[in-house]
């Protein structure tokens, strides 16, 4: 069962969202919130395993609870949802530590399997809009590139053939089938690029590894 806290400061949205996600059967909606001090609250009471997050929402951002909870001991997953095809909120979250976002009018059934894939620790970059948000990440890519290749080199060779594959979107066990490894041993990777790359997530991974020019 995967615990969800909806965080939106528009009630409509959250009853939209109540309704879409409150029938899953491998779902449970926990609780909600309408700003971010609020969603800190029920969060920490909660403990929640994946939050939605607005990010426009007043007394506090998306932005800054995203922050203030990936510092944290064991953060839930976060999945930010916007309204805006080309936010560059979005991509600052993303960067804070988000792992995905979706936009709000994403049919019912990908909205679903998104929060699911999410819950799994996979990244979701809600298709939409993915190419405007990877042209905002690499927008300066030429300034980035030798601080990303620096970072890069401290990976192996074969974490750096796994950061790859997650920079392209694969997910564990297509991972495992492309290397011709097992998916036990693509975890282990992963855990050990996150703390090479001091990334919290597949997101980041995959933005360091466009900025370095690994693509």
């Known amino acids: 069962m995967t615990r969800l806290v909806i965080v939106d400061d528009d009630p409509m949205v959250r009853t939209g969202l109540r309704l879409i996600l409150g029938g899953e059967p491998d779902l449970e909606l926990v609780g909600e919130a309408g700003d971010g001090r609020q ?84 990244p979701v970059l809600s298709p939409s809009v993915a190419r405007q948000v990877i042209t905002a990440a690499t927008g300066g890519l030429g300034s980035r590139r030798p601080e990303a290749r620096r970072e890069l080199a401290r990976l192996t060779e074969r974490e750096r053939e796994v ?32 703390a090479k790359l001091e990334t919290d997530n597949r997101v980041q991974v995959a933005m360091k590894v466009r900025d370095a020019g690994l693509l």
């Open 39 to 122: 969603a800190m609250e029920v969060i920490r009471d909660l403990r929640p395993d994946v939050v939605l997050m607005d990010i426009r929402m007043p007394y506090q951002d998306g932005l800054i609870t995203t922050e203030l909870l990936v510092a944290q001991p064991d953060p839930p997953r976060i999945l930010v949802l916007t309204t805006f095809d080309a936010d560059d909120m979005v991509l600052r979250a993303l960067r804070l530590g988000a792992d995905g976002f979706l936009l709000k009018d994403t049919p019912p059934p990908k909205m679903i399997e998104a929060v699911r894939t999410v819950a799994r620790g996979e």
């Open 163 to 194: 950061a790859i594959e997650v920079a392209r979107g694969g997910s564990n066990a297509e991972i495992a089938e492309r290397l011709h490894m097992s998916v036990a041993t693509v975890k282990a990777n992963i855990t050990r690029i996150f």
